[in-house]
């Protein structure tokens, strides 16, 4: 069985900073393309980030140069490090995996950017 389980959310004022952390029972994290995914107030899924399945990492436009991806030594947890935050980056947000064509996710995690 997976589990998927998003972390790391919470009320931040602009310009700070959080890191998001997506874990997964087992070890498939460490072949599997995770993306992060975000729900703002519109109720649409905006795609954040992509780390694949070999190391690559690739960004939207709207947060490049701001979030990083990354994956630890363990291969259990991937990270969303968010940095410079903005009103607009408020949403809630998950983690999808990807394994061997499974598709898992969690229950996300509720990031707030005000004053």
């Known amino acids: 069985q997976v589990q998927i389980t998003e972390s790391g959310g919470g009320l931040v004022q602009p310009g700070g900073s959080l890191r998001l952390s997506c874990a997964a029972s087992?070890?498939?994290?460490?072949?599997?393309?995770v993306k992060w995914y975000r729900q703002g107030s519109g109720r649409q899924h905006e795609w954040v980030a992509t780390?694949?399945?070999?190391?690559?990492?690739s960004y939207a436009d709207s947060v490049k140069g701001r979030f990083t991806i990354s994956r630890d030594n363990t291969k259990t947890m991937v990270y969303l490090q968010m940095n410079n935050l903005k009103p607009e980056d408020t949403g809630v947000y998950y983690c999808?995996?990807?394994?061997?064509?499974?598709?898992?996710w969690g229950q996300g995690t509720q990031v707030t950017v005000s004053s």
């Open positions: 087992g070890t498939i994290l460490g072949t599997a393309i």
């Open positions: 999808l995996v990807n394994s061997y064509d499974n598709l898992y």
């Open positions: 780390m694949g399945g070999y190391g690559s990492s």
